[in-house]
T-cell receptor, first 109, second 111 residues
Framework: SQQGEEDPQALSIQEGENATMNCSYKTSINNLQWYRQNSGRGLVHLILIRSNEREKHSGRLRVTLDTSKKSSSLLITASRAADTASYFC?????????FGAGTRLTVKP | EAQVTQNPRYLITVTGKKLTVTCSQNMNHEYMSWYRQDPGLGLRQIYYSMNVEVTDKGDVPEGYKVSRKEKRNFPLILESPSPNQTSLYFC??????????FGPGTRLTVL
């Protein structure tokens, strides 16, 4: 069964706007990871946030983790057309990895 | 170049014909894993391995086998493929508890 559930399933924005994707999960985790996938290609790791961390930044990406609510969010600031992709959260529960169904982000130029 | 390779990248086969999808990584990672990706379902873990000769079932192991005889290789075996195993398969590797590196994927069609 899936662990992470992303919300929304699809998101369409204009270039320059911010995009926020949310992920909810059900059990205790060691860490939560966000990945990006371009049309049927391999996933690329974006950020890993450990269960004792609350926020992490990487370039235009900001990830938050709220373990009390079992939720995480990924914020992409100043989006670009090249950010168009599917984004997945994945929870690591003692190396048992569970992915959500993903958020399909479209950034219009 | 650090990478995870999978072969073949595309495969069309018939029901019941045994096949193996190979996966190899050159990063000396202990952890390796296989996933399948189906529309609307995201990635589901099939099997994973914490180290040589150590394998564990993931979420959807039925109909699949794996082996980990060497650290760098983690082949996925379908002894008797069925049409419901038509999917996009990904292999990944990592140090335990760290970011995973994914292979390019293998698109399998079982007729």
């Amino acid at each position: 069964s899936q662990q992470g559930e992303e919300d929304p399933q699809a998101l369409s924005i204009q270039e320059g706007e911010n995009a926020t994707m949310n992920c909810s999960y059900k059990t205790s985790i060691n860490n939560l990871q966000w990945y990006r996938q371009n049309s049927g290609r391999g996933l690329v790791h974006l950020i890993l946030i450990r269960s004792n961390e609350r926020e992490k930044h990487s370039g235009r990406l900001r990830v938050t983790l709220d373990t009390s609510k079992k939720s995480s969010s990924l914020l992409i600031t100043a989006s670009r057309a090249a950010d168009t992709a599917s984004y997945f959260c994945a929870t690591d529960e003692n190396n048992d990895m569970r992915f959500g169904a993903g958020t399909r982000l479209t950034v219009k130029p | 170049e650090a990478q995870v390779t999978q072969n073949p990248r595309y495969l069309i086969t018939v029901t019941g014909k045994k096949l193996t999808v190979t996966c190899s990584q050159n990063m000396n990672h202990e952890y390796m894993s296989w996933y399948r990706q189906d529309p609307g379902l995201g990635l589901r873990q099939i099997y994973y391995s914490m180290n040589v000769e150590v394998t564990d079932k993931g979420d959807v192991p039925e109909g699949y086998k794996v082996s980990r005889k060497e650290k760098r290789n983690f082949p996925l075996i379908l002894e008797s493929p069925s049409p419901n195993q038509t999917s996009l398969y990904f292999c990944a590797s990592s140090y335990p508890g760290n970011e995973q590196f994914f292979g390019p994927g293998t698109r399998l069609t079982v007729l």
